[in-house]
Antibody, heavy 120, light 111 residues
Framework: QVQLVQSGAEVKEPGASVKVSCQAS????????ISWMRQAPGQGLEWMGW????????QYAQNLQGRVTLTKDTSTTTAYMELRSLRSDDRAIYYC?????????????WGQGTMVTVAS | QSALTQPPSASGSPGQSVTISCTGA?????????VSWYQHHPGKAPKLLIH???KRPSGVPDRFSASRSANTASLTVSGLQAEDEADYYC???????????FGTGTKVTVL
């Protein structure tokens, strides 16, 4: 079935980087973009950015510009989100989702989430 | 980009209806046919309930319906069931290339 499976929980120190993976299966990975969202404890969902089907086009939320990089490896059907210079307020569950902006204008398949803890 | 505004909570008894609002601006909710709604049970992946303002993906019960008036979108859950107790989020395309904004979230409680 169509699914996105994310990598496991991470614990990082402030100032470090984290890279979360999101492996797709059950559909043609090269035909769809991936968006990333996060949810801090007690907060709502926040859209972080998007990488297009061609693995080249990207767009990032203004508040994360310069700290986040999205990549997509079609050969392994895996998308990645790297966040640098981690701060305590980056502690959150990070989600990838299949981006259907071209048709549904929505995110129709979501990963299970990856907990990232930032603590010294 | 500011988050879309949703009421923090809503509740209803089994069988009743609850409506959740989602208020944005003319540059997002009011401008594109791209409002979507998600159901999120904590600890699980969010689930798409509504796309393109009013459309239900296959498999989503018709108890879930949605509408929009100007800059405010709404989600109605009819015939509330215990499993409807969850957090609900709206989202909208926000232009400027390819950016999205989510609502603040509404916790629905089935009494």
């Amino acid at each position: 079935q169509v699914q996105l499976v994310q990598s496991g929980a991470e614990v990082k120190e402030p100032g470090a980087s984290v890279k979360v993976s999101c492996q797709a299966s059950g559909y043609t990975f090269a035909n769809y973009g991936i968006s990333w969202m996060r949810q801090a404890p007690g907060q709502g969902l926040e859209w972080m950015g998007w990488i297009g089907p061609n693995s080249v086009d990207t767009q990032y939320a203004q508040n994360l510009q310069g700290r986040v990089t999205l990549t997509k490896d079609t050969s392994t059907t895996t998308a990645y989100m790297e966040l640098r210079s981690l701060r305590s307020d980056d502690r959150a569950i990070y989600y990838c989702a299949r981006d259907r902006s071209g048709s549904l204008r929505a995110f129709d398949i979501w990963g299970q989430g990856t907990m990232v803890t930032v603590a010294s | 980009q500011s988050a879309l505004t949703q009421p923090p909570s809503a509740s209803g008894s089994p069988g009743q209806s609850v409506t959740i609002s989602c208020t944005g601006a003319s540059s997002d909710v009011g401008d594109f046919n791209s409002v979507s709604w998600y159901q999120h049970h904590p600890g699980k992946a969010p689930k798409l309930l509504i796309h393109e303002v009013t459309k239900r993906p296959s498999g989503v019960p018709d108890r879930f319906s949605a509408s929009r008036s100007a800059n405010t979108a709404s989600l109605t859950v009819s015939g509330l069931q215990a499993e409807d107790e969850a957090d609900y989020y709206c989202s909208s395309f926000a232009g400027r290339g390819h950016s999205y904004v989510f609502g603040t979230g509404t916790k629905v409680t089935v009494l």
